[in-house]
Antibody, heavy 118, light 105 residues
Framework: EVQLVQSGAEVEKPGDSLKISCKAFGYSFTNDWIHWVRQMPGKGLEWMGM????????RYSPSFEGQVTISVDTSISTAYLQWHSLEATDSAMYYCARQGVYGALDYWGLGTLVTVSS | EIVLTQSPGTLSLSPGERATLSCRAS???????LTWYQQKPGQAPRLLLY???SRATGIPDRFSGSGSGTDFTLTISRLEPEDFAVYYC??????FGQGTKVEIK
């Protein structure tokens, strides 16, 4: 069974760095793109970027380019989303999802809630 | 960058009624790459339809999709209580529409 298991909720201060994770089970991790999606409180879904684990080819939405870093560790079938300096506006739920046929995101993690507050 | 605009923002309907949701793209979208998701409060999104009209595994046949070019439609033939949720369209695994909330009237 395909599962994406995300790391737990985080509470951070502005300026902190953070790396959240998404561990894949039940399929060949290297063969499918992994996407990250942001959802701010009470708002819609925003596509942040994606990575192809086999070669770490990462692509970003223009809105998030330079703001976050997406990476993988294929030895443990895990994708990461990283910030070097958090802002209060980064407070949101972050989902990882696997890309299936025709670009559809067919399996999703449960989300990681990130709260940034002084 | 393609912009997807969903309408209406909110749809107020009763169980048993038909729901018609629209997704309009700022430029033509390859029909194969238009996807619909459902999200309920406190849950992750769930894949409903891919390739504009193909139902994902386990999705009941009251959900259907149509369209091409810049105009796509998600139809729920008869609303069940569990269908009241927010629906998003997406193109090629990237840009999302802003969502349509289907609420109980």
């Amino acid at each position: 069974e395909v599962q994406l298991v995300q790391s737990g909720a985080e509470v951070e201060k502005p300026g902190d760095s953070l790396k959240i994770s998404c561990k894949a089970f039940g399929y060949s991790f290297t063969n499918d793109w992994i996407h990250w999606v942001r959802q701010m409180p009470g708002k819609g879904l925003e596509w942040m970027g994606m990575i192809y684990p086999a070669n770490s080819d990462a692509r970003y939405s223009p809105s998030f380019e330079g703001q976050v870093t997406i990476s993988v560790d294929t030895s443990i079938s895990t994708a990461y989303l990283q910030w070097h300096s958090l802002e209060a506006t980064d407070s949101a739920m972050y989902y990882c999802a696997r890309q299936g046929v025709y670009g559809a995101l067919d399996y999703w993690g449960l989300g990681t809630l990130v709260t940034v507050s002084s | 960058e393609i912009v997807l605009t969903q309408s209406p923002g909110t749809l107020s309907l009763s169980p048993g009624e038909r729901a018609t949701l629209s997704c309009r793209a700022s430029q033509s979208v390859n029909i194969n790459y238009l996807t619909w998701y459902q999200q309920k409060p406190g849950q992750a999104p769930r894949l409903l339809l891919y390739g504009a009209s193909s139902r994902a595994t386990g999705i009941p046949d009251r959900f259907s999709g149509s369209g091409s070019g810049t105009d796509f439609t998600l139809t729920i033939s008869r609303l069940e209580p569990e269908d009241f949720a927010v629906y998003y369209c997406q193109q090629y695994g990237r840009t999302f529409g802003q969502g349509t909330k289907v609420e109980i009237k």
